[in-house]
């Protein structure tokens, strides 16, 4: 079947504005991850679901970020309150598993850029 | 916490010559271990993994890697270098400790080939 989905790809948001990121995972994954990639770094854990439940959010970096995947399926991602240090791209993965030998299936990630 | 060190944010190899793109790693833990590429506006895909077992591994593309507990790495080879190799490598370790199989992520390595 299809990938993993993000929308938008691009987002430009202004100083204080709230944005909200959407990531359709594999029909099916138990696992959904978020993760933030700054530029020339590599992707850095923000939070994860298995099914409904937020099982891990240790790596959000403020109160600002807030994620939620209601029906275990599409989730989403909101930033309240934008800062530039938010500029980066914001990858989704899922996994049909829970544990660290599955692999991720990684969406094409949505660049968020705030002016 | 776990930590993944790519050496050569940028390798340079003409075509037809060996690939090597290095990656160490730290873990207290037995790892997961994944090798992923990223070509331009497309997600991260596998091109493989260790998880138990033989230590060598192939994957797509005609890459492999070893696993070598004693040096804690896991390098990513391919004898000799397509064109359509060019792409970013990232390197990235999860384990067996249950809590969700987070990733950790190296910095990634941008691969030329030179014709």
């Known amino acids: 079947g299809a990938g993993v989905s993000q929308s938008p790809r691009y987002k430009v948001a202004k100083r204080g504005q709230d944005v909200a990121l959407r990531c359709d995972p594999i029909s099916g994954h138990v696992s959904l991850f978020w993760y933030q990639q700054a530029l020339g770094q590599g992707p850095e854990f923000l939070t994860y679901f298995q099914n409904e439940a937020q099982l891990d959010k240790s790596g959000l970096p403020s109160d600002r970020f807030f994620a939620e995947r209601p029906e275990g399926s599409v989730s989403t991602l909101k930033i309240q309150r934008t800062q530039q240090e938010d500029s980066a791209v914001y990858l989704c993965?899922?996994?049909?598993?829970?544990?660290?030998?599955?692999?991720?299936?990684f969406g094409p990630g949505t660049r968020l850029t705030v002016t | 916490a776990q930590s993944v060190t790519q050496l050569g944010s940028h390798v340079s190899v003409s075509e037809g010559a060996l690939v090597l793109l290095r990656c160490n790693y730290s873990s207290s833990v037995p790892p997961y271990l994944f090798w992923y590429v990223q070509y331009p506006n497309q997600g991260l895909q596998l091109l493989l993994k260790y998880t138990t077992g033989a230590t060598l591994v192939k994957g797509i593309n005609g890459f492999e890697a070893e696993f070598k507990k004693s040096e804690t790495s896991f390098h990513l080879t391919k004898p000799s270098a397509h064109m359509s190799d060019a792409a970013e490598y990232v390197c990235a370790v999860s384990d067996s400790r249950g809590r969700g199989n987070q990733f950790y992520f190296g910095t990634g390595t941008s691969l030329t080939v030179i014709p």
């Open positions: 993965a899922s996994s049909q598993g829970t544990s660290g030998t599955h692999e991720q299936y």
